[in-house]
């Protein structure tokens, strides 16, 4: 064998045929050969170096040939095949010299490696005809390790940079496993058997485990990652040195791609390979806590992704760095907030260990003052239990975060809180095994839900009208397993909640009536007054969505729409048919939806009127329901274990609360009760002994026959009711006697004379104590002639003056009643109901009965005077009225607050009520400061219905807002607080009343209205009240002073503070006005004249103190003194201006002050004192400045209250005048309980009807308003203040 050093010198000689050898079979191959034949003779020679071997020191005498075929000509040859073959050949030689090329020029080693990266290119395409070439290539690249000649190079890396990239640029689906697998032979000893990997090696390798290598080109993110799982042990010092520089040094090449995505990059390679990251994660603790927010938020991104993945075991082995990571959910930065609760949903589905450490975190985050961090908790948390129920369900803690949120300030924050709540009740209802945090918490859930009824938002109402009817009592049930949830619901709420979900029926209710009644007016011809009647129908419907001025527009067409699309009209009038079927309903709706455009968030008409739709369709109860109700309660009257096992409550609350079920029911739904067998049904319920049952049964009938008389249309059936009425109405219980005479009086309709008439002769008979029914007789007696005063007046007025007052009221004829004188210890001030004596619970209804006779007369003014004269006797002799001294303390407390009660509810009615006397209005007030405490807190509670029914003319005059003045001498801390949440409520509602009336124009007709509804003028009516205090005796005491001064601020506080309205001047000219008149009551006594003018000045000494700004600016009314209390003085130019205080309590006027405030010492000596009365007679322009008017007011609504008062349930037997209805303390009766506008409620109702003219003059001694408002709750929504104190 020859040596190969003589071949060097002919390696350029390309046509020396001589020094060339080639192997057997195979022809030179030179240049002046053609295409074709050059390719025939490549491919044999390719063949024949293919079956070559690899044998040490064989074929020495090819290298020429080697050398020749690597020569520049052949390299840039123009065919491909050609190219293909050449690279076949020296991919060979590499293969058959390996380890020793016969290559050994840098230059040259460089170029054909070069080359064959070129040619490895066609690799591409696995559809070409060459591609099994092209894979041979590869593989004996593979095979060989041939691109690790390369390491001897010194720009190596700049041979391994291009074919990497061709590598991760030509991979692609078609490519088999075994091309995929031999790129990785050649590539993975480039990187394993590297003295170094350059950053733009790495780059290239880790550029294509991102995006959008990632998601685009997944061949190569796949050949990237098994590139560096099998190399991981090389690139760990690589990637480590990388991130050194760029998370800890800071410094980035920007010509790298991944110096831009280091967080991505840390995330994919701890997919791909955790391990090379070892020493990587713990730098990132210092990035958690950088100044730089962005670096921040880029490490907090990144480790939330990696420790909340499913499997992930980062948080457990990197326990500080997990520290660090929990320490960002407090992270000053609102939007790394935000990213740590966004991804807390992970962490619960995914790792049940850190579940601890994200609910402490979420605890401390659901309280955030950032809106959006607060609510991604409750998406955090909702979602899970949408994906996961039973992580939440485990947890009792994090339903409570969701019940928290609830009670949120923002609403977008509350709606999602219950609906997620609202989905795990139903959830809940559809589930037989529940864990017991579950169980547990839909207990509390449906009650939160009808909570969020107490929010003023329009938009929180609409919330819990469509959670109702969709997650607590679905809809799509059937009828039977509707009525079981219905009843369900009802029977396990709470008394707040049950007066939401009355309230609710209630409101639903008055939108429907609102809209049949627009409905209706689009039946009628075209015309003038009918379109200005829509108009102003649109305009009041309104008031029932939320934005008011915002969906105005979309009414508008939709009247337009109704104008012109019969069929639409058609449907509508089915939605709001009384009788309509729940089935019906919800198709009309459906219908209706799809004539208003496609249903998305853009449409705002179509989400408006669909807003509408949801309120006025019924889709809850219709008659088929009713009858499974029915079924329901019959089965628990009868103790049905099956009815009871199917419902989950026990018989004696199924009965209470299903009948009470029945009874709101029938006060929405009337119609669907007009039906042969549910009427048959109910009446036979009125068979059942138990005595409780019936009561709520004959109010389901009334309200029927409210509707349509049952004797109107089903006569048979009224033959049956009438008997079993009439006995309860002469031998039945007090409630019994009640409810009965009503029924008779709306169902009873062709006999009613007759009836009553056999009933009051048998009655007549019982008004004796030696009848067990006297009770019975004088209840009944009452309600006749409350509800049908004309028809019986002469019969039951002599009943009254012989029976009632002479022999029951004015005599004491039992033992019992008057057991004579009782030793100090046995003395009892207050005794439960059913511990009273029969002649006292007797007298009690006998002074109820009184007042329902003259509410019922309305106009009698001569029985109305001595009625008071009679009741007023009754509370200045403390309940004994004939001052024997042998009565029970405990039942003369009871007695005098009957009569109380009675003179209050007689005040509410216009004509009856506006007889009483300044003396007789003085000794009522004495209740407020009862010695005994049960006397005061149920007069305060009866002080403030009557003030918060139905203003402004079927409440209280204002006069008896002073009466809260008084409570502030009360030395129980909670019963005057309680106090204060009445006047609070009271004075918010009346501030809200003025609001709407003004907003809704007639600022003359409003103007003259305010003397009698403003809570200002309260200030009036206490002064003369706490003048005439009994314990207020020496006008220069000072203690005496102090305990009035205390109460004139505790009804001053809430006028004055937090009320953008205040105004100073009125109050110093009302105060200046009420100094220059006397005591009406006492004219000429002197020392009554002081202390109403000492009043005056503690009054003016406290707005001088309290009030911040003395700003002269418009107040809506002129101050105005009734007269009733007050008495003009007989000099017309009569100014008090003296003080009658002692010093010590007398207050400095305001620095600067030129006008006389009387009562007031002055500290400036320089200025002029000059006379300015403020008398109304005298037409002074400065007295005009400070008595200042205007034609409207804007007060703000006063902040809700808490309402203690609602746990204060109303004493069954006490007075309630059926048309009214009370609004504190829960009473379901009291609820619905009244005989006109029944269906109307006002504050929960957003904007109130707008009252008519008052025909009254400006010193009306009541100041009744004539007009209409709607009567309901002025503290829907208190009842969460309590709950939301302290909470964002």
Not at 1131 to 1140: A, C, L, R
Not at 1179 to 1196: A, F, H, K, Y
Not at 1246 to 1269: E, N
């Amino acid at each position: 064998m020859q040596d190969p050093d003589p071949f060097w010198g002919v390696r350029m000689g390309r046509g020396d045929n001589l020094t060339i050898l080639y192997p057997p079979g195979c022809r030179e191959v030179t240049e002046d050969v053609g295409p074709d034949e050059l390719i025939r003779r490549l491919k044999t020679l390719a063949h024949t170096l293919q079956s070559m071997g690899q044998d040490d020191g064989a074929y020495q005498e090819y290298i020429p040939l080697a050398m020749h075929i690597a020569d520049d000509f052949f390299l840039s040859y123009p065919s491909r095949d050609v190219q293909l073959l050449i690279a076949c050949c020296i991919a060979d030689v590499l293969r058959v010299y390996a380890p020793e090329a016969p290559y050994k020029d840098p230059a040259q080693v460089k170029t054909l490696f070069l080359f064959l990266i070129k040619q490895l290119g066609g690799l591409k395409d696995p559809k070409d005809p060459a591609f099994k070439r092209y894979f041979y290539l590869l593989e004996n690249l593979a095979y060989v390790k041939s691109f690790n000649m390369c390491f001897e190079l010194e720009d190596c890396q700049e041979i391994f940079c291009k074919l990497f990239k061709l590598m991760f640029n030509i991979v692609n689906d078609e490519h088999s496993g075994k091309v995929k697998s031999f790129m990785l032979d050649v590539l993975c000893p480039l990187i394993n058997e590297s003295d170094v990997v350059s950053n733009d090696l790495l780059d290239i390798i880790l550029s294509n485990v991102l995006e959008p290598a990632k998601s685009q080109r997944k061949n190569a993110y796949y050949l990237a990652k098994e590139l560096v799982v099998k190399c991981s042990d090389t690139l760990e010092p690589y990637i480590q040195a990388f991130f050194n520089h760029v998370l800890i040094l800071g410094r980035e090449e920007k010509t790298l791609t991944i110096s831009q995505k280091v967080y991505d990059l840390i995330y994919e390679l701890n997919h791909i390979c955790p391990s090379v990251l070892l020493a990587v994660l713990p730098q990132l603790e210092f990035k958690l806590k950088s100044s730089d927010e962005e670096e921040r938020y880029g490490s907090v991104s990144l480790l939330a992704r990696m420790f909340s993945e499913k499997d992930s075991t980062l948080a457990l082995n990197h326990r500080q760095l997990w520290t660090a990571f929990l320490g960002r959910f407090n992270d000053i930065s609102i939007k790394i907030r935000t990213k740590c609760v966004q991804y807390s949903m992970h962490f619960l589905l995914n790792h049940p260990l850190l579940r601890k450490d994200i609910t402490d975190t979420l605890k401390l985050r659901q309280h955030d003052s950032e809106e959006s961090v607060r609510y991604e908790v409750v998406m955090a948390i909702v979602t899970t239990a949408k994906k996961d129920f039973s992580i939440v369900s485990d947890s009792e803690d994090l339903l409570n975060f969701v019940k928290e949120r609830t009670l949120d300030k923002k609403f977008k924050i509350r709606k999602e809180a219950m609906c997620g709540l609202a989905m795990i009740y139903k959830k809940h209802l559809n589930s037989p095994d529940v864990p017991a945090a579950t169980r547990h918490a839909v207990t509390w859930i449906k009650d939160k839900i009808l909570h969020g009824y107490y929010m003023t938002s329009m938009d929180d109402r609409l919330l819990v009208e469509r959670l109702l009817n969709t997650c607590l009592v679905p809809y799509q049930l059937p009828p039977e397993d509707r009525m079981k949830k219905l009843f369900y619901l009802y029977a396990t709420i709470d008394d707040n909640a049950t007066k939401a979900f009355i309230e609710l029926q209630k409101h639903q209710l008055a939108v429907r009536k609102n809209v049949a009644e627009l409905i209706e007016l689009h039946r009628k011809p075209q015309d003038e007054e009918r379109d200005r009647e829509i108009a102003y129908r649109l305009g009041h419907l309104t008031k029932f969505l939320p934005d008011p001025l915002k969906v105005q527009e979309f009414l508008r067409k939709f009247s337009q729409h109704l104008n012109t699309d019969p069929q639409l009209l058609s449907l509508m009038e089915t939605v709001v048919s009384h009788d309509v079927s729940c089935k019906d309903s919800v198709d009309a709706v459906t219908q209706i939806l799809k004539k208003l455009g496609q249903p998305v968030m853009t449409n705002l008409y179509y989400n408006t009127i669909k807003m509408l739709l949801e309120r006025v369709s019924s889709v809850m109860v219709d008659q088929t329901a009713l009858e499974a109700l029915i079924g329901l309660v019959e089965g628990a009257l009868n103790a049905d274990l099956a009815v009871l096992d199917s419902l989950n409550l026990t018989s004696d609350v199924a009965s209470e609360k299903g009948l009470k079920l029945l009874f709101v029911l029938s006060f929405v739904y009337p119609a669907h009760f007009l039906h042969v067998d549910i009427l048959t049904r109910l009446i036979a319920l009125l068979n059942i002994t138990n005595a409780s049952i019936s009561p709520p049964v004959l109010s389901v009938l009334t309200y029927i026959g409210k509707y349509k008389p049952v004797g109107e249309l089903y006569p048979d059936l009224a033959s049956v009711l009438i008997p079993i009425c009439q006995r309860f109405a002469e031998s039945g219980t007090p409630k019994q006697a009640k409810h009965a005479v009503r029924c008779l009086h709306t169902n009873c309709t062709s006999d009613s004379d007759e009836v009553f008439e056999r009933i009051l002769e048998k009655i007549k008979e019982q008004l004796t104590f030696d009848s067990p029914h006297f009770r019975t007789s004088v209840v009944s007696l009452g309600h006749i002639a409350f509800n049908m005063p004309e028809k019986f007046l002469v019969p039951i007025k002599n009943v009254v003056s012989r029976k009632v007052v002479k022999e029951l009221l004015m005599r004491d004829q039992t033992s019992a009643h008057t057991p004579g004188p009782i030793s100090p210890e046995d003395i009892e001030e207050w005794i439960d109901d059913d511990e009273l004596t029969e002649e006292t619970a007797v007298k009690m209804e006998g002074i109820k009965m009184m007042a329902r006779w003259l509410l019922g007369l309305k106009s009698d003014v001569i029985s109305a005077q001595k009625t008071f004269r009679m009741l007023n006797a009754f509370i200045l002799h403390k309940g004994d009225l004939l001052q024997t001294g042998k009565m029970l303390k405990g039942e003369m407390a009871h007695l005098r607050l009957a009569a109380g009660a009675a003179m209050l509810k007689i005040c509410e009615q216009k004509g009856v009520g506006d007889q009483f006397t300044s003396e007789q209005f003085y000794n009522l007030s004495l209740l407020m400061n009862d010695e005994c405490p049960q006397v005061r807190e149920r007069f305060a509670i009866k002080l403030h219905k009557g003030l918060a029914r139905g203003i402004p003319h079927k409440c209280l005059p204002l006069d008896f807002m002073g009466f809260y003045a008084l409570a502030g001498l009360d030395t129980d801390r909670q019963l005057r607080l309680a106090v204060r949440q009445y006047m609070m409520a009271d004075i918010s509602k009346r501030r809200d009343y003025i609001r709407s009336i003004t907003m809704s124009g007639g600022s003359e007709k409003a103007s003259s209205q305010l003397p009698h509804i403003m809570p200002d003028y309260m200030l009036v009516f206490a002064v003369p009240l706490l003048a005439h205090q009994p314990d207020f005796k020496d006008p220069s005491d000072v203690t005496q002073l102090t305990r009035i001064r205390s109460c004139l601020w505790y009804i001053l506080e809430p006028l004055m503070t937090k009320n953008d309205a205040y105004c100073f001047g009125f109050y110093k000219a009302l105060i200046e006005q009420m100094k220059n008149h006397k005591d009406a009551v006492k004219p000429e006594d002197e020392i009554t004249n002081q202390k109403l003018w000492a009043v005056c000045d503690l009054a003016m000494g406290l707005i001088l103190s309290k009030t911040t700004s003395f700003e002269m600016k418009e107040f809506p009314s002129e101050p105005r003194i009734p007269p009733m209390y007050f008495k003009k003085h007989e000099d017309p130019n009569f100014v008090n201006v003296k003080s009658y205080l002692p010093p010590e309590l007398q207050v400095t006027a305001p620095k600067g002050s030129t006008k006389v405030l009387t009562g007031v010492t002055k500290k400036t000596t320089n200025t002029v004192m000059t006379l300015k009365p403020s008398l109304p007679n005298k037409q002074r322009p400065d007295d005009r400045e400070d008595v200042t008017t205007g034609s409207s007011i804007d007060l703000p609504v006063m902040k809700e209250v808490k309402n203690e008062d609602t746990m204060m349930d109303e004493d069954s037997s006490s007075l309630t005048n059926s048309r009214k209805r009370s609004r504190s303390g829960f009473n379901l009766s009291a609820e619905l309980d009244h005989d006109e506008d029944s269906t109307t409620l006002s504050s929960v109702l957003p904007t109130p009807t707008v009252p008519a003219a008052s025909t009254m003059g400006p010193v009306s001694k009541k100041g009744r308003i004539g007009g209409a408002i709607d009567a309901a709750s002025n503290r829907i929504s208190s009842y969460l203040q309590k709950e939301t104190n302290g909470k964002t």
